[in-house]
């Protein structure tokens, strides 16, 4: 109730009794100044908005199953692309000797990592690394599909059928 009191403004009467006061230097350091300015300017504020004290209705969409579906097959996908330049060379060796599937997917990673490392150790910047690795993650698939067209050999079955252990 005091502090109501003293945050009045002064009435005609009181003014004439006013006399000029010198500024004070601060002693306080600046952080807790700038704290203190914005919790006693949050309420003027929130007075000056009255829209900000009302409550914000968010309408979110349920998402189906059709939209988990296609994110988990966009996650494969990434995951398969990753793993591109290792898988080619898997393929190459599962063309020669037979792998299952389960070795297939750790030797492709095992390389896949190998080559990444490769390029995080000679290329300063992981972020600059990284668009080199998924540079010849593109240049790998485009030779898949080049040789596919080209030869008209079956290369992405192969591969499917090889990282899913249906090949026998």
Known sequence: ?????QNELPSVDQTENVQPVEPVQDVEPAASVETAINEEAAPEYVQQNP??????????????????????LLCVLCICFFFMPGIAI??????????????AWIFSSILSVVAWLF???KIKGFKKSFYW???????????L????????????????ALLTGAKA
Do not use: W
């Open 1 to 5: 109730m005091s502090e109501e009191n």
């Open 133 to 143: 690795y998924i540079g010849l993650c593109v240049l790998v698939l485009a030779i």
């Open 145 to 160: 599909v080049t040789i596919q067209v080209i030869t008209e050999h079956n290369i992405f079955a192969g591969i499917i």
């Open 119 to 121: 390029f995080k150790i």
């Open 51 to 72: 829209d900000m004290t009302q409550p914000q209705i968010i309408v979110q969409r349920e998402r189906g199953f059709a939209h988990y579906v296609g994110f988990a």
């Open 90 to 103: 898997t393929y190459g060796v599962s063309c020669i000797v037979d792998l299952t599937g389960a070795a």
